[in-house]
Structure formats: C-alpha cells, structure tokens
C-alpha cells in the first residue's frame, strides 16, 4: 500500500481542530475521523494551542 504524501495543514485548520478537542463534545478518535487527521494530532495541536494563550489572570504587559 502506498504512503499517502505528506499535507501541511494551514493554521486556521489546526486551530478549528484543536478548538473542536477543546470543546470536549465529541471524543478525539471522532474528531480526527471527521477531519481527516490521527488522534495524535489532535493532542500536540489542541496542546500547542493551550500552551501558547495568555493566561487570564496574568496582567497584560505595558510596551
């Protein structure tokens, strides 16, 4: 069986992914059906998208 090409996903596209993970609505192993992309994914994605917002609680830092 032939390996499928690598895709690069657009940014938009993982954010969409990982807010939809976030959500917890439906389980990973859905997700990743109805978008085409493994459950692995989803997790450094939904992780990466977590990791990198601003915490609520901390102070906005003045330029």
Known sequence: MPRRPRRNHA???K???ALEAIK???P??????RFD?????????KRRLLDGAESP???????
């Open 37 to 45: 992309v493994h459950p692995n994914q989803i997790t450094t994605w």
């Open 11 to 13: 940014p938009a596209f």
């Open 24 to 26: 917890g609505e439906e």
């Open 28 to 33: 990973f192993i859905q997700i990743a059906e």
């Open 15 to 17: 954010a969409k992914v």
């Open 57 to 63: 609680t901390r102070p906005l830092e003045q330029p």
